[in-house]
């Protein structure tokens, strides 16, 4: 992984698995809330996306995802960690290119937490995605 | 007075101009981002946000040597 938010390539089930062990450890936790983002095949103008090619601001992609997870970490007292993973670089329609995690002592805050992590994730990284057909 | 800063271009900011970063000369950034526009006239077409050192520029900001400035284009992530 390029940092603790972005790899290279698409998500893959084995990344997921991997994540998915983060915070086992936490014996509080009752509830697991995880979003995957998939590359759509979209048409746009006859053609069908095959992948995307995803840049990133690295540097400050890294300092906004802090800061989306302590918001979220603030905004939901039961949220007890928050974990992003987003892809860089070429990413097939049907894989991967977006992962989110939220634990929680309870349903009701990380499914809501993990679907506020997500609107700020798209709204404030700085990641640019180039369509090809 | 005119401090040489770093611009870096993301996106369709790097597409439209065909570059990754270049240096400039500018006391603010609001007179990078009038020769921003005078250099590539596209740009004034493209919705673009300004990020000085690595954070969103809510209001323009007079620069300081070796200041990094970026040219964002609306985020696309997820």
Known sequence: ?133 | MDISVTVLYFGAAEATTGRKEEEFLAGDTASLRRQLITRYPDLARLPFRMALNRTLLKEESVLQKSDIIAILPPFQGG
């Open chain 1, 1 to 133: 992984m390029k940092n603790r938010y972005l790899v290279g390539g698409p998500i893959t089930p084995i990344l997921v698995s991997e994540l998915m062990t983060l915070g086992n450890d936490d014996t509080g936790t009752g509830a697991v809330s995880i979003f995957i983002g998939r590359v759509r095949d979209d048409e746009a103008a006859g053609r069908r996306v095959t992948a995307i090619e995803y840049s990133a601001y690295e540097e400050m992609a890294g300092k906004e995802a802090d800061e989306i997870v302590r918001t979220v970490k603030s905004a939901f007292s039961d949220v007890r960690s928050v974990i992003i993973v987003h892809s860089l670089g070429l990413v097939k329609a049907g894989e991967a290119s977006l992962f989110i995690m939220v634990t929680s002592g309870h349903r009701d805050q990380g499914t809501r937490a993990c679907r506020h992590t997500l609107e700020m994730v798209k709204e404030r990284l700085p990641i640019w995605k180039k369509e090809l057909f």
